[in-house]
């Protein structure tokens, strides 16, 4: 399942009145064009930037508003106050909109021309103020959406925009997506449910649920002939363990593992959706639990979450439409085991086997070992070591009255013991600040064992993603204290008690 943000647009929208006459106003639209046409051609900004007339009237505010709501590729509004545009025009127009947007403070003119500076010039280039009355506006309105201030060529600025139309394309492809549920819960598990009406009209995203009989069909009907491909396919890209091979012992046990590939596939495409969890206590008419199928059908874009996870799985489909085109994958991921040695402390992410591909740059080993629990056949798995390089995990839990996205900042290490015996795919990892303040604020902030994994995105994307939706969003990094980190879950525990009365 290809992702392409460059079907997607943002539209460039410059505010302005008819003080100015039409000789400013022209020049207005002369500029804007020209910096929209430059940010769509930005190497940073994966989505087309689309120039739209400048807005003098209150109508024609909520006209274009409106209008963006429909449009069927618009994934937001870039605003820019190019002069003054005073903002009870824009009252009508916010209040409609329905598309996330970016205030982008930026000016025409780089410098101050010393020499030549007078009050024409001063009258073109006043953002300095009118980006101020637009952003009271938003403020006053309670609006979330990012500011963004510099000069319009820099490379943070472009980087940062970027950033923020990739979380835009994510919050899009959400609304009304759909994710397949195979069983239910993992049964006991606390933090890997929620409230899917409640996510539904948060999040835009729609969670069915489905018997494993369903899946089984499918897969019971996948022709022999596309499992010959897939098995094809397995040998040319991966090492593939002597007994999976054609004449081995567990030849078998490939072609089992292929056939619920492609059952999955054909159930996934044909419902249209763009996620799905999977359980392994509910296996009933499947060989063995999916495990390499998932992995694959991970490096082909869509969003998983084991045991039944809904919110990893999307939140991992979120992930992979940010990171589209970005050096650098995305994976649903669990924090696995410690090494606690003083002064080393590190983290072993893995999963009993459904680790993405995208994450590593060696070419995966294809095997096959037991599986201690679920009661099922022995499950083909790729292995591998997640490429040393900074990463970001993310994490979405349902508090109750909200949704939390809780981020740590980690550095994947080379790990310089070989590990002979661990049969699953792995990323071990330096946590920010360190291990003890990373653990402790993740715990103390409910954080889950399941993550969405990435060395594409940093945290602003899925700070920006968490705007756009209206999550809470908390940080781990290299700035983080515990006393400041329990504070901020006290205060936001107020917060989100009071905003519920302010919108
Ligand atoms: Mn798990």
Request: some cysteine; aromatic content about 10%.
């Amino acid at each position: 399942m290809m992702i392409d943000l460059k079907q997607f647009d943002v539209w460039f929208v410059t505010g302005s009145q008819h003080l100015y006459g039409p000789e400013t106003i022209e020049k207005v639209a002369e500029h804007s064009k020209e910096i929209a046409q430059a940010l769509s051609h930005s190497d940073k900004i994966p989505v087309n930037v689309v120039y739209k007339p400048v807005l003098t009237t209150p109508e024609a505010i909520r006209e274009l508003c409106l209008e963006a709501n429909s449009a069927r590729n618009c994934v937001g509004l870039i605003t820019w106050m190019h002069t003054f545009s005073p903002a009870k025009m824009w009252i009508a127009g916010l209040t409609a909109l329905q598309k996330p947007f970016a205030h982008l403070h930026t000016q025409y003119n780089r410098d101050i021309p010393w020499s030549e500076i007078d009050m024409d010039f001063m009258n073109l280039n006043q953002s300095a103020h009118g980006d101020r009355e637009f952003g009271f506006i938003g403020s006053r309105m309670r609006l979330n959406r990012k500011v963004i201030v510099g000069h319009w060529q820099d490379e943070d600025v472009q980087a940062s925009l970027g950033k923020w139309t990739r979380a835009a394309c994510a919050w899009y492809d959400a609304q009304g997506a759909k994710i397949a549920r195979f069983g239910d819960n993992m049964r006991e598990v606390a933090v890997t449910e929620g409230d899917k009406v409640e996510a539904q009209i948060r999040l835009g995203y729609d969670v069915s649920g489905y018997g494993v009989g369903d899946l089984v069909q499918y897969v019971n009907q996948v022709p022999d002939s596309e499992v010959d491909q897939l098995v094809k396919e397995y040998n040319e890209r991966y090492d593939v363990a002597p007994s999976l091979r054609r004449g081995g012992s567990q030849y078998q046990s490939l072609r089992d593992g292929a056939r619920i590939e492609a059952g999955l596939r054909h159930f996934l495409a044909e419902g249209n959706f763009k996620a799905f969890t999977t359980t392994f206590e509910d296996l009933h008419g499947l060989a063995q639990l999916p495990g390499l199928s998932v992995q694959r059908l991970m490096a082909d874009n869509y969003g998983f979450g084991a045991e039944g996870d809904w919110k990893t799985a999307a939140l991992v489909r979120a992930m992979k439409v940010m990171g589209a085109g970005l050096d650098g994958g995305m994976s649903f991921m669990e924090d696995y085991t410690y090494h606690l040695s003083q002064n080393n402390m590190m983290g072993l992410g893995a999963h009993m086997l459904e680790v993405c591909p995208t994450i590593t740059e060696q070419k995966p080993s294809l095997e096959i070992h037991p599986l201690s629990i679920g009661g099922k056949a022995d499950p083909v798995r790729l292995v591998f070591d997640a490429r040393p390089w900074p990463a970001v995990n993310a994490a979405v839990m349902d508090m109750g009255n909200r949704f939390r996205m809780l981020v740590n900042a980690v550095e994947v290490v080379p790990t310089h013991e070989p590990l002979p015996r661990l049969p699953v795919a792995r990323a071990v990892w330096r946590p920010q600040p360190d291990l003890k303040t990373s653990a402790t604020a993740w715990i103390l902030a409910g954080g889950a064992h399941h993550t969405g994994f990435s060395q594409a995105l940093t945290a602003e994307h899925l700070e920006d993603f968490a705007e756009i939706a209206g999550m809470e969003f908390l940080l781990i990094d290299q700035d983080t204290t515990l006393s400041a980190f329990k504070k901020e879950l006290r205060w936001n525990e107020m917060y989100y008690l009071l905003t519920q009365g302010l919108r």
